[in-house]
């Protein structure tokens, strides 16, 4: 199967024996995790998920459906699938991460480590309104949380561009419906900022009745997005974690 242009190791690592998926945060794009490739485990290979509607897929229209988007995305992971594999996924990018785990799962291709980063559980998910918004308020709501660079606002052009596919990050926490289902047979390692309230104690619970592996925490420097803030620390906690596993395996085997 011909491998997805949205799919792609910025650094291949042929001899890797472990592959990490990485999803973007919404409004974000593959760009977050590029330098990566450069302080994460030798043995690991850092593969960017990029969702139609950014990043090197800006010409797709964006998906702004979880289901839509996860068998889409299942489908394009296929390729990938032949090294055990992690999946990380950062604010609305672990909620997706989720589901699509779970997809995967059913065919017996569950990750060893879910890394669930700065977002609230989906059991505890509580449905918006961001994505109905008009553009003025939903412009408005960008500025007030954070985490847009200022030149997006000023630029007609920019905002034509990008509001398209935000909305449609949007909508696909917004509308997303949660239901229950057998545990994912993998670890669970939670990423939360200390200066960020989208996944707190009760979110963490919840988060780890999803797994029937380990479940582990780390508070990281920062608001709800420290993974921009503070790459260094956030690929500390993650090397921890591979370094954990691959000894393990190579101890099993």
């Not at 890797?16 to 485990?41: K, M, N, V």
């Not at 065919?107 to 994505?131: M, V």
Request: glycine residues 6%; charged residues 25%; negative net charge.
């Amino acid at each position: 199967m011909k491998k997805s242009s949205g799919i792609f190791a910025p650094a291949p690592r042929p001899d890797a024996t472990h592959r990490l998926f990485c999803l973007p945060y919404a409004g974000g794009s593959s760009i977050t995790y590029l330098d990566w490739q450069h302080e994460i485990d030798p043995r690991v290979e850092l593969i960017c998920i990029e969702p139609p509607g950014r990043g090197k897929r800006f010409n797709e229209s964006p998906i702004a459906r979880v289901d839509g988007l996860v068998t889409q995305l299942c489908a394009e992971l296929e390729p990938w699938l032949d090294r055990p594999f992690s999946i990380l996924g950062h604010s609305n990018g672990a909620l997706v991460g989720f589901e699509l785990a779970r997809r995967l799962a059913l065919s017996d291709k569950a990750p060893d480590i879910f890394f669930a980063s700065a977002k609230c559980a989906p059991s505890l998910l509580e449905r918006g309104n961001l994505h109905e918004l008009t553009d003025e308020e939903l412009i408005a709501e960008l500025r007030a949380t954070g985490g847009t660079p200022e030149e997006f606002f000023e630029s007609p052009e920019l905002i034509e561009l990008f509001l398209p596919p935000i909305r449609a990050d949007f909508a696909l926490s917004e509308t997303y419906k949660y239901r229950s289902a057998p545990q994912i047979r993998s670890d669970l390692v939670m990423l939360y900022g200390k200066k960020d309230d989208a996944m707190d104690a009760g979110d963490r619970e919840a988060w780890s009745r999803e797994f029937s592996g380990r479940a582990l925490c780390h508070a990281l420097p920062g608001g709800h997005f420290f993974v921009d803030e503070h790459p260094a620390r956030v690929i500390e906690a993650l090397n921890l974690s591979f370094e954990q596993l691959l000894q393990a395996h190579t101890q099993a085997s």
